[in-house]
Each structure stands twice: as structure tokens, then as C-alpha cells.
């Protein structure tokens, strides 16, 4: 039986990992990591009986062991914890699901250990893709996608290679305000923004998604995964989430994934490449699904994706910056304390106060992105 650890096993790509490890019951779960949901963390640990689980909070590990004292799990806190959770030792796969740039050292250290990373932490790779992409070639780990754009990609290309490859279609929904202008999106409330069209996520992901955020982290992540400048990544709206993604290749054939927006295909793929096996659920009725339509992204409006090709095409600290912003941004707008325009009026202040660093370093990366939320906490909200 193989054996995985889970870190962000309580948020919506954690959970729908162990819906997919309960449904094959091969796999043994010996590690779960989660930010602070201390309730569905210890009904995961009844269930899977891990050897580790961390609560990146001090006080809510407490709160942990002391429910589950009766189990021998070692209970962990901090990012200490999430470093020795993704290093359990008898683990072969690491699935990192946490939310934003805090997954980037225990990735690493998954890594280092020699263990596979079926990888749904974007911002691991935007932040530090040089470090990431380096290591694993030095340590001869695998990378297994698991975003559904990402993966799509995956799967068009296993069994290509080295077939020269002219684009990468990057497909999006368009997100709840498709088709909107800057001044129908001023008043937008957390609530509107959260009503995505075809995708259940968590809320960190679904704010990315109506700013078009999400398809910039995309966009620099696609170019670290399968090693093309982001000049060939071109993103495509394509409203009905079936085409998940696309490949030109140099010959003008143009290879695509569909299927029904369901995140489980993906980790299942992830989890058992290159085997496919049985997934319940939906299928596509084309029939009833009449047309598939496509629309190029609108940049002017939706600004974060330009801005995202230009922190990615700069390269160094600046897609650090264009993160770090987002994420303070979007977690103030979650708050009300900011509006849906800022965020991206945010991003784009702290990546022209920046003062680019070529070849970053951890160190340069997780100080790059304190000094980034000091600017724009001293800044205080961006005006649209």
C-alpha cells in the first residue's frame, strides 16, 4: 500500500484528495496537515489514523491533541510542524493543498526527502519556481500537477514528448464577472465574488478567479511546469470549464482535455499517473451541452492578468511581489476592510515600489514578501 501526506487536507482540494483516497483504498494516509479547522481535522485522523498531524496554530494544536489523546498520532504546530508532517518518513507522495506561500518550505523539504509532489500550492512555484524546477531535477523527484488547467496540460503531453511544442492554451471561465467593465465591478461585495459559475474552490481561490488573478498565477506556473516562456501561454475564456486546457504543437495539431468540472480527476490523475482508473460521477452529455464557445481574456478590465505577465516575464522577486499583494489584498477584501477593485490597484503599487532581485534566494523570497505587506499595510488601501 502506498502512503501519502496531506497538507491542506481540510480545505476543498483536502478533502477531495481523501474523497479520492477512500474511494480506491489503496492508499495510506500518515500524515494531514490543516491551517485551523481542529473539528474536521480530528475526523479525518479517526478516519485515516495518520502517524502526524499539524495545526499551524499553536493554540488550536493544543486544542487538537487533547481530542485526540486517545490516538498515537504525534500532534505538530507551526511551520516546524508543517516541515516534519511533509518529511514523515515513510511517505512516498506529498499532496501540498495549503493556501499561498506557506507552502513553499515544507515543499522543499518534501523535496529534499526524496518525495513526489502532486502539487495544488501555485504560489510555491510563482514564488520560487528557479529553487522548485532545480531541485527536483537534483534530487529526481516528480512533479505531478494538480490544478485542472495544469493537469490537462500534463495529460496532453504524456507521450509527446520531445514534440516541440508551439503554444500553451490556457483556458478560463472567466469567472463570475466575465463580461464586466471596472466601474460595473466597483460596488462588487465578498458575497458576488464568491458565486463562481462552475467551480466549487475555497475563498482565497474564488477571489483569484473573478479578479482573473488566478489565471496570472496559472500563466507563471504553466511556464516553470513545462519549461516554455510565457510568451507561449496564451489564455483563452472558455466559459463552460470543459476544455481544460489545450497544446499546439509545431505541426499546428492542437491536443485538449475536456471533461466535467470536477477537481477529483485531477488528484486521482495525479495520484496514480500515468494509470487512469474508474471515477464516479457525471459525464459529458455533448448533446445537451450544445456548443463550446471561446473569448480572449479581457485585459484592460480585468488587470491582474496583465500584471501577471508582466511579474512573470520580468522573472526574479517581482511574481514574489505580485503574490505577496494579492494575498494581503484578497484576505483584506474577505474582511471588507478593502474593495474588489483595490486588490488589483494593490498589486499593481507594490510591484512599481519594488526594486527587482534577479536570482532570489529563500531567505530573499519570504523577506521580499514581509516587506511587501509592511509597504502596503504603511500604504494603507489602493484606490480605484
Known sequence: MRKIV?????????????????????????????GANVSRLEEQIREFRPR?????????????????????????????????????????????AVVGMVGILPTMAAMEAGKDIALANKETLVTAGHLITALARERGVRILPVDSEHSAIFQVLHGERPNPVSRILLTASGGPFRGWNREQM???????????????MGRKITIDSATMVNKGLEVMEAGWLFGVPLSQV???????????????FADGAVLAQ????????????????????NLSGPRLDFGALGQLTFEKPDLENF???????????????????????????VARFLDRKLGFLEITDSIQAAMEAHRVIPHPSVEQILETEREVRE??????SRKA
Not at 190 to 198: F, I, W
Open 6 to 34: 496531506v497538507l491542506g487536507s481540510t480545505g476543498s482540494i483536502g478533502t477531495q484528495t481523501l474523497e479520492v483516497v477512500r474511494a480506491n483504498g489503496d492508499w495510506q494516509v500518515t500524515g494531514l496537515a490543516a
Open 258 to 277: 475536456l471533461g466535467t468540472p470536477d477537481m477529483r480527476l485531477p488528484i486521482q490523475y495525479a495520484l496514480y499517473y500515468p494509470e487512469r482508473r
Open 234 to 248: 496564451e489564455v483563452v475564456v472558455q466559459p463552460q470549464s470543459v476544455i481544460h486546457s489545450m497544446v499546439e
Open 303 to 329: 488587470r491582474g492578468l496583465a500584471l501577471a505577465y508582466r511579474a512573470g516575464e520580468t522573472g526574479g522577486s517581482l511574481p514574489t511581489v505580485f503574490n505577496a499583494a494579492n494575498e494581503w489584498a
Open 186 to 200: 466597483r460596488n462588487v461585495q465578498v458575497e458576488d465574488a464568491l458565486k463562481h459559475p462552475n467551480w466549487t
Open 52 to 96: 502526524i498531524a499539524c495545526v499551524f496554530e499553536e493554540a488550536a494544536a493544543r486544542d487538537l491533541a487533547a481530542r485526540v489523546a486517545d490516538l498515537p498520532v504525534r500532534v505538530v504546530s507551526g511551520m516546524d510542524g508543517l516541515v516534519e508532517t511533509a518529511q514523515e518518513p515513510s511517505a512516498e507522495l506529498v499532496l501540498t
Open 375 to 380: 509597504f502596503l499595510e504603511k500604504s494603507g
